[in-house]
């Protein structure tokens, strides 16, 4: 009889802690939060292209100033040496008032000797001389002194150091040994030059 009693007083309080635990378990239920379930947004958001974040506007850099090249340095000009200039040759003014004659004083049967003779006219001493001839019927000069003689027809005699100056109412004379061109010495032959009349 005893033992009947005792189960039973097991089984009670068995059912008792059971009961119990269920309703503990079930307060324990309601208090915790729903499990985070995996919804469809969130697989969609998963399998939905990412879109890249719009990249932010470059700044706008402002133009850079021209950079201007230094102005080239001007080449300085060498500098020039002053020339000497030549030494001129003493220059023949016309005077006009020198008279200017050819004299034939003597010949041979194909040679003739002459003169140049040159007369100052004039009032002013004429310093350095130059006269010119030419024979028209091809008579040739030979040889001549007193003169600096050059040319082959028409001739030019020109003065030496010691008879250039030619003073006012003085007398130059050149000889000269030619070759006759005809049967006779060439006798009307023009003298020509600055100084000549």
Not at 89 to 99: G, K, M
Not at 166 to 188: H, I, M, N, Q, W
């Amino acid at each position: 009889m005893q033992n009947t009693d005792s189960k039973k007083n097991r089984n009670v309080l068995i059912a008792a802690i059971l009961i119990l635990l269920g309703v503990i378990a079930f307060s324990l239920f309601k208090e915790s939060p729903p499990e985070p379930q995996a919804t469809e947004t969130h697989i969609a958001d998963a399998r939905a292209p990412q879109q890249k974040a719009p990249l932010a506007p470059e700044p706008s850099q402002a133009p850079k100033p021209a950079i201007k090249a230094p102005p080239a340095a001007e080449k300085s000009k060498p500098t020039q040496t002053p020339t000497e200039e030549p030494t001129q040759q003493p220059s023949f003014e016309p005077q006009n008032f020198v008279l200017c004659e050819h004299i034939v004083s003597g010949e041979s049967q194909y040679e003739f000797t002459g003169q140049i003779r040159l007369i100052n006219k004039g009032a002013t001493t004429v310093s350095g001389w130059s006269v010119t001839w030419e024979y028209e019927d091809d008579s040739s000069i030979l040889s001549a002194t007193d003169v600096a003689l050059s040319g082959s027809n028409p001739y030019t005699g020109e003065y030496l150091s010691w008879n250039a100056d030619l003073e006012p109412g003085k007398t130059v004379t050149f000889s000269f040994v030619g070759l006759k061109g005809g049967d006779t010495a060439p006798l009307r032959v023009d003298v020509t030059g600055d100084i000549c009349i």
